[in-house]
């Protein structure tokens, strides 16, 4: 059964700072890994999808890394900025049409 | 463009009563799907469609049930409702099914007491 588990469950650092959350994921065999953010009360944004031919996708100030061997992806934010703040959620997508969902991180960037 | 659009936002339901969670998209997308979102937890599938009267089950089907009679509308059911069924429900549509993005809604908040 596929697990993906996301550590730290939360996180606050000064703004400015460079970041990595962090998603790793019981199973090699997805399709691709999607990155999200909510924010409080709201629904989801999706920010970077990886096809697992992939190693890493980039948009903006975010990079989004993949390896399928050890079960790993990040996301690095640089620049960190007070507006980044929200739950970052990592999901994989397997053989079938769902994506399983890891618990999130929460990050606050202080100013 | 809406894109995925949910109503309502919030809706306070007494145990035992019935009500019917909306969601339309207008993309074009032929894969649709209901989530629940617990406190402090990760999203779980309740229900997937991946055309026009085409549904199955996801994790978490027991108390739902959905229908898909347009390529637009995929309405969520509950029945009888328990306080267990007290969650944040998202809708989320895709293209394509096991390759693509999926666009999410705003959710609707439920609570049953």
Redo the contacts between chains.
């Keep these: 059964k596929q697990e993906?588990t996301q550590i730290p469950a939360a996180l606050s650092v000064p703004e400015g700072e460079n970041l990595v959350l962090n998603c790793s994921f019981t199973d090699s065999a997805i399709?691709?890994l999607?990155w999200?953010r909510q924010d409080p009360?709201?629904?989801?944004?999706?920010l970077l999808?990886i096809?697992s031919s992939q190693r890493e996708q980039t948009s903006g100030r975010l990079n989004a890394s993949l390896d399928k061997s050890s079960g790993r992806s990040t996301l690095y934010i640089a620049a960190s900025q007070p507006g980044d703040s929200a739950t970052y959620?990592c999901?994989v997508?397997r053989?079938s049409?769902?994506?399983?969902?890891?618990?999130?991180t929460r990050l606050l960037v202080r100013p | 463009n809406a894109g995925?659009t949910q109503t309502p936002k919030f809706r306070i339901l007494k145990i035992g009563q019935s009500m019917t969670l909306q969601c339309t998209q207008d993309m074009n997308h032929n894969?649709m799907?209901w989530y629940r979102q617990d406190p402090?937890?990760?999203?779980?599938?309740i229900y997937?469609s991946?055309g026009a009267g085409i549904t199955d089950k996801?994790?978490v089907p027991n108390g739902y049930n959905v229908s898909r009679s347009t390529t637009e509308d995929f309405p969520l059911r509950l029945e009888l409702a328990a306080p267990s069924q007290t969650s944040v429900y998202?809708c989320?549509s895709s293209y394509s099914?096991?390759?693509g993005?999926?666009?999410?809604?705003?959710?609707t908040?439920l609570t049953v007491t």
Excluded: C, D, H
């Excluded at chain 1, 009360?41 to 999706?46: A, D, H, P, R």
């Design positions: 993906v399709y691709n999607q999200f009360g709201k629904g989801l944004t999706s999808l096809q959620l999901a997508r053989s049409y769902k994506l399983i969902f890891g618990s999130g | 995925v894969y799907y402090g937890m990760g999203l779980k599938l997937y991946v996801g994790e998202f989320a099914g096991t390759g993005e999926q666009y999410f809604g705003p959710g908040r």
